[in-house]
């Protein structure tokens, strides 16, 4: 990789990672709110409920298995889609450590804690898919899935997130009327968060891990000649 471009990666970096963090912080809130969460954070929490690892373990383990579930299908993770896996489960279980965050004693708090998560979760989705260092692990799968089934993104979406939705029910996970206000509201709460930073996701591309190394070679080349 020249100079150039490690410079540029550099740089994005404290961006990825403060988007990181307010994902972090933001389903965390949306959890102690209880009053239900998003499908996958079902599937989370509901594996926690029958095993020693803690949420963020669990999320961090399910969003390696669906990078190697996704390479076959033709999604190579980029360096954010392997910062994504590994650092938001990390930071989640960093954040609940310090009980900065706690659940509510009333049902008012409850609801102003959970639509501040939604809002805070949106805004670092925009912070770290703005980067162009690669989508999440469970984004990844989804595009994978639809490319290879010929399936609309609204379609292959949904029947991802039910299949999280009902496996996490089964295993105990927190479904509620939280969940259907997440569902509702995330969507539009991001493309918000999109449009306040004239973000446009559809134009950026997400560089994977083929990409920078396809930029050393390159390089390399050229140097030689």
């Known amino acids: 990789m020249n100079t150039k471009e490690l410079y540029k990666l550099i740089k994005k970096l404290p961006r990825l990672f403060f988007g990181f963090f307010l994902c972090s912080l933001g389903i965390l809130m949306t959890l102690k709110a209880d009053m239900g969460v998003a499908p996958w954070d079902i599937f989370h929490k509901g594996i926690t409920l029958h095993t020693s690892l803690t949420f963020g373990e669990v999320t961090q383990i399910t ?17 954010g889609t392997i910062f994504n896996m590994y650092f ?6 960093f954040i609940d450590k310090t ?24 805004e670092g989705l925009y912070f770290y898919l703005s980067c162009g260092l690669g989508a999440g692990p469970r984004d990844g799968l989804m595009l994978g899935l639809m490319h290879k089934f010929n399936i609309s993104v609204s379609k292959i979406k949904t029947i991802i997130e ?16 939280g969940t259907v206000i997440v569902a509702l509201t995330i969507g539009h709460t991001t493309q918000i968060a999109f449009n306040i930073g004239k973000f446009d996701a559809k134009k950026t591309r997400q560089n994977n891990l083929k990409d920078q190394f396809n930029s050393l070679f390159k390089y390399k080349k050229v140097n030689q000649d």
């Open 63 to 79: 969003g390696l298995a669906i990078i190697i579930l996704s390479i076959p299908l033709g999604i190579i993770p980029g360096i």
């Open 88 to 93: 938001i489960g990390l930071m989640i279980d």
């Open 99 to 122: 009980k900065i965050i706690f659940t509510p004693s009333n049902i008012f708090g409850k609801l102003l804690l959970l639509l501040l998560g939604i809002c805070i979760l949106s």
């Open 162 to 177: 039910l299949s999280a939705l009902v496996i996490g029910t089964l295993l105990g996970g927190p479904l509620g009327f």
